[in-house]
């Protein structure tokens, strides 16, 4: 559910998003594992940050609702640098520094319980393969 406000005259709502999201940025030889923070509008302009999961660097998008490809999202880059800080100041009046930090905690408990889950899943089979030999050899 959303969330609107107003900020130094600026209208704003957070939480556009529905869940989480991990995002593979392309920067040409380079690639980027990014977690999604928060799909926000300013003035009715679509926004997307977007935070490293390596570096915590925040990267700010234009955001378009439209998938041509189901795996890929298309997003523009913001070239006006007074646009990014003004953003950026608006963006940081929501997610504040300890509110990111949960996130990215979040979002790093929800993958090692999900490599966990896979591990077990992984050695239950292993086990039931192991087992089904022990059960051949002593029918032999």
């Given at each position: 559910m959303s969330e609107k406000l107003e900020i130094h005259g600026h209208k704003l709502e957070f939480l556009k998003n529905e869940g989480k999201a991990?995002?593979?940025?392309?920067?040409?030889e380079d690639s980027e594992e990014?977690?999604?923070?928060?799909?926000?509008?300013?003035?009715?302009?679509?926004?997307?940050?977007?935070?490293?999961?390596m570096s915590n660097e925040i990267y700010l998008f234009y955001y378009e609702d439209s998938f041509d490809d189901?795996?890929?999202?298309?997003l523009k880059t913001i070239e006006d640098e007074d646009e990014i800080d003004e953003v950026f100041h608006l963006f940081?009046?929501?997610w504040d520094d300890d509110a990111i930090d949960q996130l990215v905690e979040d979002y790093n408990t929800d993958l090692e319980i999900k490599e966990?889950?896979?591990?077990?899943?992984i050695d239950e089979?292993?086990?039931?393969e192991e087992e089904d030999i022990d059960l051949e050899d002593k029918d032999e």
């Open positions: 991990v995002i593979s940025l392309d920067f040409g990014c977690y999604l923070i928060d799909i926000f509008s300013v003035d009715d302009i679509d926004y997307v940050a977007l935070i490293s999961s189901e795996n890929e999202i298309d940081g009046h929501y966990n889950t896979e591990d077990v899943i089979e292993i086990i039931y």
